[in-house]
């Protein structure tokens, strides 16, 4: 008997559109304070975006500070974090999605 032909996802797809969450924290330098980063990752990557901690300060004005939870897909989340490398961000530290999977 014949299988119909049916279209078959990967298990890379599979894995790719799981949630999950990974925590960053992130450097914005000076520079960009007028661009809406954290904005574009929601808007951009479809992403949800928890402000853990934020240090804006006159006192260290050459960049500012943000803990950040990052809500999405495992293909949504590489995407804000290359958006983020490709902005030449510094990202402090990073948690793997694999750790943080729900």
Known sequence: MAIPNKEVKSNTDILDNRRTQTRIQVRIPKYLHEEPVISRLVS???????????????????????????????????????????????????????????
């Open 44 to 102: 951009h990557y479809g992403i949800t975006v928890i402000i853990a901690d934020a240090q804006v300060s006159a006192n260290v004005p050459q960049y500012s500070c943000f803990d950040l939870e990052l809500r999405g897909t495992v293909s949504q989340i590489e995407s804000a974090l290359t958006y983020l490398d490709e902005l030449d961000l510094e990202v402090l530290h990073q948690s793997s999605p694999e750790e943080d999977g729900w």
